[in-house]
Antibody, heavy 115, light 106 residues
């Protein structure tokens, strides 16, 4: 069955970087793009962007241009999200979700940024 | 950016009732709207795609409709497991989520 399994929770200090992963199984990884979605504590969902898993080309929502990088390890069927120069407002759960229709989601990764 | 405005922000219902949730786009998005359900501590789940198509395994008490700027999600005969936050998502122009509607028990 199709599964997206994300890496574990992270506790970071402001200014540090974090890389979280999303490992796909149950389908051909390069056939479907991967989306990333942010959910701050107690808040709604915010679409961050997506990455074409065939070409590796990322597309970022305006609010996520600059410090956020989507990447792939296609041989491991894994999509990654790296956030640099972490800020307190990056504290959130980050989900990966498979295109189309975001029909399959990872379990989410809680990233806490605190000094 | 296409803004999706959901209404109401929250609503109270009783088991067995019918409820309608609304989502209005700031510009036309055709039928490029999905609906998601999220319960506390869980990942969102796709309910409806393409404005009116039920995702695999979604009960037929969930119905989506709409075109252009106005979209609705109707839940008939609400069950306890339906108490959740519901989000609309448009993908007619990039992707944007609405702020969500929380469905609570009266």
């Amino acid at each position: 069955q199709i599964q997206l399994v994300q890496s574990g929770p992270e506790l970071k200090k402001p200014g540090e970087s974090v890389k979280i992963s999303c490992k796909a199984s149950g389908y051909t990884f390069t056939d479907y793009a991967m989306h990333w979605v942010k959910q701050a504590p107690g808040k709604g969902l915010k679409w961050m962007g997506w990455i074409n898993t065939y070409t590796g080309k990322p597309t970022y929502a305006d609010d996520f241009k600059g410090r956020f990088v989507f990447s792939l390890e296609a041989s491991a069927s894994t999509a990654n999200l790296q956030i640099s120069n972490l800020k307190n407002e990056d504290t959130a759960t980050y989900f990966c979700a498979r295109h189309p229709q975001l029909g399959y989601w990872g379990q989410g990764v809680m990233v806490t940024v605190s000094s | 950016e296409t803004v999706m405005t959901q209404s109401p922000t929250s609503m109270s219902t009783s088991i067995g009732e019918r409820v309608t949730l609304n989502c209005k786009a700031s510009q036309s998005v055709g039928i490029n709207v999905d609906w998601y359900q999220q319960t506390p501590g869980q990942s969102p789940k796709l309910l409806i795609y393409g404005a009116s198509n039920r995702h695999t395994g979604v009960p037929d008490r969930f119905t989506g409709s709409g075109f252009g700027r106005d979209f609705t999600l109707t839940i008939s005969n609400v069950e306890a497991e339906d108490l959740a936050v519901y989000y609309c998502l448009q993908y007619g122009s990039i992707y944007t989520f609405g702020a969500g509607t929380k469905l609570e028990l009266k």
